[in-house]
């Protein structure tokens, strides 16, 4: 049982680049968050999915896309990296709102 | 409003003594709380909810917790610390379908 993986674990990226990180959970959990981790912020909330097919915003979605097409997997993209997106990014899912998120490993992503 | 706040950044405590990490919640309907650990180069790990019933709420690795409405607190404690509890804290609550997480305090447990 893998829980929440993630892929890739690093990436550097030039400046208008653009990329998608990968989240797949095997636990059939209905809610998938992606988050981004930064000194002092703590980990932000940039979309979430409540179930396959949806998405919605979170506290800090400009500058990134997301899509649920199968249950099982949560993407991110940045369309055109910007430095400011340097970052640790953290997949989560859960089963409902008031179960615990299970977290994968991170995705350290440096934009130069 | 935020949702979550953690007032302390740091917070250090000798080997031994009970430690207390703060988090406040705003008011906003029902609230469910969490408190996650993370540890250096890894994801968060659950310790402990708090959904509805007791106040005090037990965890993982002899932590606890007390839902305080009164004070909008919901504390994370543990009677006598350890070295391994140093590592970075986290409470979070949930506002509609999101899970909003505090900044995060960094436990240091002295020997």
């Known amino acids: 049982n893998a829980g929440v993986t993630q892929t890739p674990k690093f990436r550097v990226l030039k400046t208008g680049q653009s990329m998608t990180l990968l989240c797949a959970q095997d636990?059939?959990?209905?809610?998938m968050y992606w988050y981004r981790q930064d000194p002092g912020m703590g980990l932000r909330l940039i979309h979430y999915?409540?179930?396959?097919?949806?998405?919605a915003k979170g506290e800090v979605p400009d500058g990134y896309n997301v899509s649920r097409l199968k249950k099982q997997n949560f993407l991110l993209g940045l369309e055109s990296a910007a430095p400011s997106q340097t970052s640790v990014y953290f997949c989560?899912?859960?089963?409902?709102?008031?179960?615990?998120?299970?977290f994968g490993n991170g995705t350290r992503l440096t934009v130069t | 409003a935020q949702s979550v706040a953690q007032p302390e950044d740091q917070v250090n405590v000798a080997e031994g003594n009970p430690l207390t990490v703060k988090c406040t919640y705003s008011?906003?309907?029902?609230?469910?709380l969490f408190w996650y650990v993370q540890y250096p180069n890894r994801g968060l790990q659950f310790l402990l909810k708090?959904?509805?019933?007791?106040?005090l709420v037990k965890g993982s690795y002899g932590f606890e917790a007390e839902f305080n409405k009164s004070q909008t607190s919901f504390h994370l404690k543990k009677p006598s610390a350890l070295v391994s509890d140093s590592a970075l804290y986290f409470c979070?609550?949930?506002?509609?379908?999101?899970?909003?997480f505090g900044k995060g305090t960094r436990l240091h447990i002295l020997p």
């Open positions: 989560a899912s859960t089963q409902q709102g008031n179960s615990p998120l299970h």
């Open positions: 636990m059939n959990h209905e809610y």
């Open positions: 979070a609550r949930n506002r509609d379908d999101k899970i909003i």
């Open positions: 008011v906003s309907g029902n609230p469910y």
């Open positions: 708090y959904i509805t019933g007791d106040n």
């Open positions: 999915s409540v179930g396959e097919g949806t998405t």
